[in-house]
């Protein structure tokens, strides 16, 4: 085999191989979106996060603006609390109502946030304070035979 | 009586104390095999055509094999991921999986193992038919180091081609699931690609993927040149090296898979 067709081939070879990767990395994989983007830490407290795993997407308004980067159980007051980077082209009212919400019945596990009125906005670090927990079932089947049971003797 | 006893003892001791030994050396010499081929590794820079060459034979011609495989078992997923995911109503979950699939663990194992059987055992049994001729020594005597003339540039050029194999494989894979999924099943493009694009994190599972690709080639690789050039130099010896590099690195790649996905995929569940 002469010496010029070899190096073709190699080239050729090296070069789809090279473009396969990069097809991994941009089509497949969300290199463009905003996992790897620099973006801030917002942080809050949950009384209970249900089924919320780390990189859970967090969602304003259905759009992902950042991931769930830490999960962790504050010793002190027994909730949850959750560390999210968000990407640095958005930006929270200091009243943003966090919750833990799921995308349809056995969709996944998200945090949502609302933003307020506020003029001011939530930096680097800032803690949300209004959060709304998971919706347990097994609670709200609770709920519901209880107050059913309550209202049986009428 | 006794004594027969105690020569039947000496002989089991002297032969586990013999094996281990042997196991023993067997590990020293290739750890300094491995210094060698480190050290000779700027040869396979300096003699660039060389390693070219090497890549041809191990990337270029095990393209064919890689692509068509690729394909097939991405069809294949698709088809199988398919008939699971429409009892639960998620179809348009199709394309996560197979990208899942594929560029975790399917793209840089299957290539793994293919490459062992395509590329390695070629390697192996050339190395191997070179020294059963001769030629490894032939060049000492002419004052050429077969370590970077012969063994450096093969080792090399598993390892540059390796990972650029597994993406293809995993590439092919993909594409493969959408003309099954979409053109043939007829889910929505929409949902395959941007469902897919929505849980394939680069970092967390391409670039983990490509690691374990780089991981493979160079255990496929190594395996390949030290059996060839510690290969017995008989027709029997190259043969019986050539299968000890195909078997030896499969079970390499599906150990170090399991080791590899242990250390980067635990911990996602809180």
């Known amino acids: 085999m002469n010496r010029s067709t070899i190096d073709l081939w190699v080239g050729i070879f090296v070069t789809i191989g090279i473009g396969a990767i990069i097809f991994l990395a941009l089509k497949v994989g969300n290199l463009t979106s905003v996992s790897t983007s620099p973006g801030y830490h917002l942080e809050a407290n949950f009384d209970n996060i249900g089924g919320l795993k780390l990189r859970a997407p967090v969602k304003a308004a259905g759009v992902t603006v950042g991931r769930v980067e830490a999960i962790r159980l504050d010793p002190k007051t027994y909730q949850?609390?959750?560390?999210?980077?968000?990407?640095?082209?958005?930006?929270?009212?200091?009243?943003?109502?966090?919750?833990?919400?799921?995308?349809?019945?056995?969709?996944?596990?998200?945090?949502?946030?609302?933003a307020g009125g506020d003029t001011r906005m939530l930096a680097d670090g800032?803690?949300?304070?209004?959060?709304?927990?998971?919706?347990?079932?097994?609670?709200?089947?609770?709920?519901?035979?209880?107050?059913?049971?309550?209202?049986t003797p009428k | 009586m006794p004594s027969a006893a105690l020569t039947g003892l000496a002989v089991l001791v002297r032969r586990i104390g013999g094996g281990t030994l042997a196991?023993?050396?067997?590990?020293?010499?290739?750890?300094?095999?491995?210094?060698?081929?480190?050290?000779?590794?700027?040869?396979?820079?300096?003699?660039?055509?060389?390693?070219?060459?090497?890549?041809?034979?191990?990337?270029?011609?095990?393209?064919?094999?890689?692509?068509?495989?690729?394909i097939f078992v991405g069809m294949v997923l698709a088809l199988q991921g398919y008939e699971v995911l429409n009892r639960y109503g998620a179809d348009e979950s199709l394309g996560i999986l197979v990208a899942l699939s594929l560029v975790r663990e399917l793209g840089p194992v299957v290539a793994g193992l293919l490459f062992a059987s395509r590329a390695g055992?070629?390697?192996?049994?050339?190395?191997?038919?070179?020294?059963?001729?001769e030629q490894l020594s032939a060049m000492e005597m002419m004052a050429v180091d077969p370590m970077a003339r012969v063994v450096a540039p093969r080792f090399w050029g598993g390892?540059?081609?390796?990972?650029?194999?597994?993406?293809?494989?995993?590439?092919?894979?993909?594409?493969?699931?959408?003309l099954v999924?979409?053109?043939?099943?007829?889910?929505?493009?929409?949902?395959?690609?941007?469902?897919?694009?929505?849980?394939?994190?680069?970092?967390?599972?391409?670039?983990?993927?490509?690691?374990?690709?780089?991981?493979?080639?160079?255990?496929?690789?190594?395996?390949?040149?030290?059996?060839?050039?510690?290969?017995?130099?008989?027709?029997?010896?190259?043969?019986s090296a050539t299968t000890r590099t195909v078997v030896a690195s499969?079970?390499?790649?599906?150990?170090?898979?399991?080791?590899?996905?242990?250390?980067?995929?635990?911990?996602?569940?809180?």
Request: proline share 1%.
């Open chain 1, 80 to 114: 949850a609390h959750v560390t999210m980077r968000v990407d640095n082209g958005y930006q929270f009212t200091s009243d943003t109502i966090a919750s833990i919400l799921t995308s349809g019945l056995l969709g996944e596990v998200y945090v949502g946030l609302d």
């Open chain 1, 126 to 151: 800032g803690r949300i304070t209004k959060t709304q927990s998971a919706v347990v079932l097994e609670k709200l089947i609770g709920q519901f035979l209880f107050s059913k049971a309550a209202e």
């Open chain 2, 23 to 70: 196991a023993i050396t067997t590990v020293g010499f290739a750890t300094r095999f491995f210094l060698a081929v480190a050290r000779h590794s700027p040869a396979a820079v300096r003699r660039l055509q060389l390693t070219l060459r090497e890549i041809y034979f191990a990337g270029v011609l095990s393209l064919i094999i890689i692509l068509v495989s690729g």
């Open chain 2, 121 to 133: 055992s070629a390697v192996t049994a050339e190395i191997g038919l070179m020294k059963a001729t």
């Open chain 2, 159 to 178: 390892m540059i081609a390796m990972p650029l194999l597994a993406g293809l494989f995993s590439m092919l894979g993909i594409f493969g699931a959408y």
């Open chain 2, 181 to 239: 999924g979409v053109k043939l099943i007829g889910i929505d493009a929409g949902a395959f690609w941007g469902n897919m694009r929505a849980a394939v994190d680069f970092r967390y599972d391409v670039l983990n993927g490509i690691i374990k690709s780089v991981v493979f080639g160079f255990a496929v690789s190594m395996i390949a040149v030290f059996e060839g050039y510690t290969s017995q130099p008989t027709a029997e010896g190259v043969s």
């Open chain 2, 250 to 270: 499969s079970l390499t790649i599906l150990a170090l898979d399991f080791v590899l996905t242990v250390f980067m995929f635990r911990g996602l569940g809180v």
